[in-house]
């Protein structure tokens, strides 16, 4: 079973950006799909954007054309850059397969607020 730690996340303006960070445990890594899911509270947990082995990449409506996804497979690493940050945007933001299986993290909280 992959272990996965977030980290990158914190406090940030609106209109402000962040870099989050992914570690998985397995070498097999570079086969999954990732994804990059996040859930704000009282809300269902969402899936944001996720990225193939080969580096292919699909968003939700919510995020396009503000919100990266990347990888690098040689480091077991998946990142995610945020850009132009709202509040909507609020949320304790995992990492996971698409779709998930096993365990989760413990996420990393992202607060946009001014």
């Known amino acids: ?11 940030v303006q609106p209109g402000g950006s962040l870099r989050l960070s992914c570690e998985a445990s397995r070498s097999a890594f570079r086969f999954y799909v990732m994804g990059w899911y996040r859930q704000a509270p009282g809300k ?3 899936l944001v954007a996720h ?3 080969g580096g292919s990449t699909n968003y939700a409506d919510s995020v396009k054309g503000r919100f990266t996804i990347s990888r690098d497979n040689a480091k077991n ?5 945020m ?4 509040p909507e945007d609020t949320a304790v933001y995992y990492c996971n397969k698409n779709p998930p299986s096993g365990s989760w993290g413990q996420g990393t909280q992202v607060t946009v607020s001014s």
């Open 77 to 81: 690493m998946v990142y995610l850059q």
């Open 83 to 86: 850009n132009s940050l709202t």
């Open 1 to 11: 079973q992959v272990q996965l730690v977030e980290s990158g996340g914190g406090l």
């Open 51 to 53: 990225i193939t082995g």
């Open 44 to 46: 269902e947990r969402e």
